[in-house]
């Protein structure tokens, strides 16, 4: 593996990740056109250079298809036991409705089929609207699917403090929740951060570069009409920053990370990476992957060799604490997703 054995955490007791997981929502149409014989030729580009944790949804276009091809393809290459240095972690996310045993079951079977696998690594389950109590079921005969080998670990993804509490009161287990978290978005720091410690899970986390807005490219640069924002990512996360204090100190965050990058032969990106691997509960962070478009591996894998100091988050934090409340403003984790 090229990574530093420090790029890979032990999830679970039976699962490792790699702790910077390449994103898929990327291929998903949204963000510029993928070519699928190319995309799937960069998957291995990633996989070779120690990035061997995949996000995706069963909603990205064509990514869970794309993981069905990488693996039939990896097998050939390398041997079927080659299938198991890698991890794909999956999400349901159905429309509102009755959610029975036949229904969620017919779901997870079309990601088994379409991935490729016999059982799912990780089935993150998103839910839009707390007033309909059909996730409680759904999550009931999704245990039932995980114990029946079907889904190895169940999870979740943009749910809030409130209902993870009433989830794991219910007795249903689930290893991580997936949520938005970076230095702009630090919502999961109230309550939610402390309830996953003491319950044994783990965040997994998007937005943390904030759709390449936390980068070089960024800085000194003119707040971006939304038309020059080419990617759903970049359109969501300038919502937030529009959000947290808008782009005159988006920019002074910016020059302190860049300071601080150059204090460590680093990027601003691997600077704010770095910040949340480096948060309790945090198990790792999802930065999404354009493949065949662009290109950020050689500068994300350093930071595995980047420790931040005191004083660094000290000068991150003299700006910081100038923006707006966002849990005030937007709510707990996924909040922004529901009613
Ligand atoms: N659960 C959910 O609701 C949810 C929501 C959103 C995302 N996600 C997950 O999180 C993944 C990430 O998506 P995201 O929207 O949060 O995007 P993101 O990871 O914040 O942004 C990805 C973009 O950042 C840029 N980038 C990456 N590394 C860089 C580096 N070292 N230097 C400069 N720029 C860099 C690249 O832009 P260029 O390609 O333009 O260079 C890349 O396309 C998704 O694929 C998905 O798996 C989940």
């Avoid at 993981?67 to 198991?84: M, P, Q």
């Avoid at 986390?205 to 980068?215: A, D, I, K, N, Q």
């Avoid at 924002?229 to 910016?254: H, P």
């Amino acid at each position: 593996m090229p990574l530093p054995d420090s790029a890979y955490r032990q999830f679970t007791p039976d699962l490792r990740l790699c702790s910077l997981l390449n994103g898929l929502w990327q291929v998903s149409g949204a963000h510029g056109s993928i070519q699928a014989e190319t995309a799937v030729q960069n998957m291995f580009d990633y996989h070779d250079a120690g990035f061997t944790t995949w996000d995706l949804a069963d909603h990205y276009g064509p990514a869970e298809d794309f993981i069905g091809a990488f693996r039939r393809e990896l097998a050939a290459r390398n041997g079927a036991a080659a299938l198991d240095t890698m991890q794909a972690f999956t999400k349901w996310v159905p429309r509102p409705g009755r959610m029975t045993r036949p229904i969620v079951e017919a779901a997870v079977d079309v990601s088994l089929r379409r991935m490729d696998v016999a059982t799912l690594d990780l089935l993150q389950f998103h839910w839009w609207d707390y007033r309909d109590l059909g996730y409680l079921d759904a999550l009931t005969y999704l245990a039932q699917l995980r114990d029946a080998g079907k889904i190895r670990h169940l999870a979740l993804t943009n749910f809030d403090t409130t209902r993870l509490q009433r989830i794991t009161v219910q007795g249903v287990r689930v290893v991580s929740n997936q949520v938005q978290y970076s230095i702009i978005d630090r919502r999961p720091e109230v309550t939610m951060a402390a309830f996953c410690q003491g319950h044994g899970i783990s965040l997994l986390t998007y937005g943390t570069v904030c759709g390449g807005l936390l980068s070089e490219k960024y800085l000194g640069q003119p707040e971006p009409s939304r038309a020059a924002l080419d990617t759903a990512s970049l359109r969501k996360y300038k919502n937030m920053i529009d959000a947290w204090g808008g782009w005159t100190l988006f920019q002074e965050l910016l020059a302190v990370l860049k300071n601080v990058a150059d204090k460590h032969h680093a990027s601003v990106a691997t600077v704010a990476t770095r910040y949340i691997l480096d948060k309790p509960a945090v198990a790792g962070v999802i930065v999404g992957a354009r493949l065949g478009l662009s290109d950020h591996r050689a500068d994300n894998a350093r930071v595995f060799n980047l420790a931040l100091d005191e004083d660094d988050l000290r000068r991150i934090h003299t700006v910081t604490a100038q923006a707006n409340d966002l849990f005030r403003i937007i709510g707990d984790c996924g909040d922004e997703y529901h009613h």
